[in-house]
């Protein structure tokens, strides 16, 4: 627990200088990512005063329903982000292709990607929204950026994080060095350090899943989810909680909080397609985040952060949290295939 006042610019200060842990290049935008949270925080809680809430009637690249919320928050994080000289493109869940940095500013060495509002569907009923994001190194010699640049696996992102918009504002950050948890404070409007060294316990007793897909799920999911609900009883010989948010950003922060697994897998309801949540923006920063304070993230038999991209918008089947849970998971899967 953080004994004294520090800011999220001091810390990342800290993080440049003592620890050598980032450039300065990398602070700054950490710090511009950060302000254009605090401005989606804002506007999320005047919403229902401002006539901010409800659909658009338009759809993005995946076919989803545009909320009005959803749209802000992408122009909110393009335009704080594309004039600070600290990257060359940004991709989003809201858009088909990707944005490169107009001319009139200088190009930096970084690609930030971005679902502007995570947990669409919880907007109109007040519950915890948020941002997820993600930052990798442009690849040495590239003139022209395109979206095959941002196609990289999630063990070489840089940082990622994320900003729930819930009871509180937070934001939850990883450089790859640890996790760390800043809340906005909402009387001097900066992110205070509230957490370093965030560690998900290896048991958990504790799942997020949406059970109403449980017909459609393969084999090892059922397996895994059957035995949490015998509980005592069953095989694992213990009782377990449910939770599901809808919010990735909000079962995510529980499990970072206090440990459990999430998932999100592949079902036969659309059987050529990963799974539902987006790799590039969705699931990459939150293993990154879960992988740094300790717990693992797979997708299947697979370690998510070693899948090799091909497309910006790919998905991917998610399941994180506590190691133990994640690794037994990954056990599972793996004697489906018959590699156990
Ligand atoms: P979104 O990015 O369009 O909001 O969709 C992602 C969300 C996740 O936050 C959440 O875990 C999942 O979709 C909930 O899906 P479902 O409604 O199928 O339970
Ligand atoms: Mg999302």
New binding site residues.
Partial sequence: MAQKHITLSRWLIEQERSHGHIPASLRLLIEQVARACKRISRTVNRAANSGALGTLGSENVQG?VQKQLDVIANEVLLEANEWGGHLAAMAS?ELETIHTIPHRYPRGEYLLMF?PL????NIEVNITIGTIFSVLHLPDGVGTVRAEHFLQPGRQQVAAGYCTYGPQTTLVLTLGHGVAMFTLDVEDSGFVLIKEDVTIPREAREFAI?MSNMRHWDAPVRRYIDECLAGRDGPRGKDFNMR?V????A?VHRVLERGGVFL?PWDRREPDRPG??RLLY?ANPMALLVEQAGGQALAGAERILDIVPTSLHQRAAVMLGSSDEVERLGRYHREANGVE
């Avoid at 809808?246 to 950003?249: E, F």
């Fill in positions: 989803e869940e679902d995570d947990g669409s569907s949406n599901w809808a919010s990735m950003v079962d999100y539902k949540l969705e």
